[in-house]
C-alpha cells in the first residue's frame, strides 16, 4: 500500500471534527490513514470536544458509533483544559472560534509521539501545535 502522504504518522494519529467526519463516511484519504494505523498498530484518537463539532441531525449515527468504537476518545481533562488555554494565550489567539482547536491540539501534545493531525484547518492547528506535530490537510 502506498502512503496517503508525504507525512509518515508514527506514534498517534489525531482526528479533528473534520477527518472523524471524514472516517465516518469512509472518505478514502481518511480511510487510507485508518488502514496505515491499523497496519502499524498505532493509536487512533480524537478529543471528547471534537463530538461537539461531528454530531448533528444528519449524520449516520450507527456509521459514527462504528467510526468511534474503533479509535480512543480522549477526555478534556483540567490539564488539558489549562493547556489548550495556554496555547490560545501564546499563539495570541482567543475565543470560541478556536476553543475546540486548543482543546484538539493540547490533547494531541500530550499523547504519544510522533503525532500526525488530519485536519481541513491545518493554519490554526499548526500554529497551535507548533513542531509538536505533524499537521495534514484532508
Known amino acids: 500500500m502506498t502512503r496517503p502522504s508525504p507525512a509518515t504518522p508514527g506514534g498517534t494519529l ?27 498498530d498505532l493509536r487512533v484518537i480524537t478529543s471528547a470536544a471534537t463530538l461537539v463539532e461531528v454530531v448533528h ?42 476553543a475546540i482547536d486548543a482543546m484538539l491540539s493540547a490533547t494531541a501534545l500530550a499523547a504519544p509521539r510522533p503525532v500526525t493531525i488530519l485536519t481541513s484547518d491545518p493554519e490554526d492547528l499548526n500554529v497551535l501545535c507548533g513542531e509538536g506535530a505533524t499537521v495534514i490537510k484532508i
Do not use: F, M, Q
Open 57 to 98: 441531525p444528519r449524520i449516520n449515527r450507527p456509521a459514527l458509533e462504528w467510526t468511534l468504537s474503533r479509535l480512543v476518545i480522549e477526555p478534556v481533562t483540567e490539564p488539558i483544559a489549562r493547556h489548550a488555554a495556554a496555547l490560545l494565550a501564546d499563539a495570541s489567539l482567543h475565543g470560541h472560534k478556536y
Open 14 to 40: 489525531v482526528l479533528d471534527s473534520e477527518g472523524l467526519a471524514k472516517a465516518v463516511l469512509r472518505d478514502r484519504s481518511v480511510t487510507g490513514w485508518l488502514a496505515l494505523a491499523r497496519a502499524e
